[in-house]
Structure formats: structure tokens, C-alpha cells
């Protein structure tokens, strides 16, 4: 679901949908439309807790998103480390670690405002440093 991209989102039913048909061991789904929280919700009351969830949203809502029976992030490639040290921490029960992790996670993700600043961050932390001659 990119519904950022595309500008509609896909109806929660069309999940309901392919689970029923493919079964729930082999779907797994990404939502992104906005309200995700809300949305995840009605997708797990919908498919009777059958839909396995990946969040995506570069881990600004993956405490949330934990918290509504997700599965698994599928976030952006430029912190990996970070939202792999934030689900440790969910998975543990640290809500104090998870906290600290997210609001580091939180304050870069949101100066990610288009895609060039997107890219930017992919650049700056997956390349190494250049060396002065």
C-alpha cells in the first residue's frame, strides 16, 4: 500500500481478501495509509487477528505499530542499526530503551519531508567517509 504515492489507499477488505484466498501464513501486508494506527486495528479486527503486519513508515510508528500486533518493520535502508536496536527493545519489553531509540529515530525521520531528503540520508550514512588526499 503506497498510498503516498498513489493517493488512494487500498481498502482493508482487499487484505481481508487475500488472506482468506492465499491464507494466512502466506500473506503478509505492508499498510501505509494515514491514520496507520487506527488503520492497523480495524486490518487486525478484520482478518479476526489473522493479518501478519509489516510497518514501514522508517520506524516512526514502530512502537505504535508493535503495540497493534505487528510482525516485522520493513523501514527505508539509511538506520538500520537504530530501528534493529528499537525492536530488541520492544521485543524485551524496554519501554525506557524503546523510548530513548524512537525519539532519536523520530527526530531524523522527520526532517525526511520529500524524497531528495530521502535519498540524501540513503547517501550519508551507507558511504563511507572520503578520505583528504
Keep these: 500500500d503506497a498510498s503516498g ?9 482487499l487484505y481481508v481478501d487475500l488472506i482468506d484466498r492465499y491464507g494466512a501464513d502466506r500473506v503478509y501486508v505492508k499498510p501505509e495509509a494515514s491514520p496507520i494506527g487506527p488503520r492497523l ?3 487486525r479486527e ?5 493479518a501478519r503486519v509489516f510497518e514501514g513508515t522508517g520506524g516512526l510508528m514502530l512502537v505504535d505499530s508493535f503495540s497493534r500486533g505487528i510482525v516485522g518493520t520493513m523501514p527505508g535502508a539509511e538506520m ?14 524496554e519501554q525506557e530503551r524503546a523510548s530513548r531509540i524512537h525519539g532519536l529515530i523520530a527526530a531524523l525521520v522527520s526532517l525526511q519531508t520529500s524524497l531528495d531528503s530521502f535519498i540524501h540520508s540513503q547517501v550519508r550514512y551507507h558511504c563511507p ?3 583528504s588526499s
Design 46 to 50: 478484520a482478518s479476526g487477528g489473522r
Design 129 to 131: 567517509p572520503r578520505l
Design 80 to 93: 538500520p542499526w537504530a530501528i534493529v536496536a528499537l525492536w530488541r527493545a520492544l521485543l524485551d519489553g
Design 5 to 13: 504515492y498513489l493517493g488512494r489507499a487500498l481498502p482493508i477488505s
Design 41 to 43: 486495528s480495524t486490518l
